[in-house]
């Protein structure tokens, strides 16, 4: 369908993976986030939030392994 979309971006996590997903379509962006790394990265991970609209920095769904 046009205007969807779906997104993954890897954010550098040091053990594991750090997953940003977002999908979604023109009016709506939904956000995934699978893991995050240790404290020592999350620098990256507040960098990403930053990039986002304040009022759209919410998650669907935060998943920690």
Known sequence: MA?????IEMLP???GDA???E???EQETHRVLIDGGPVSTYKFLAERIEKVPGDERFF???VLT
């Open 3 to 7: 205007g969807e979309f779906f997104r």
């Open 13 to 15: 996590a040091q053990h």
């Open 19 to 21: 997953l940003w997903i």
């Open 23 to 25: 999908y979604g379509n």
């Open 60 to 62: 669907e769904l935060v």
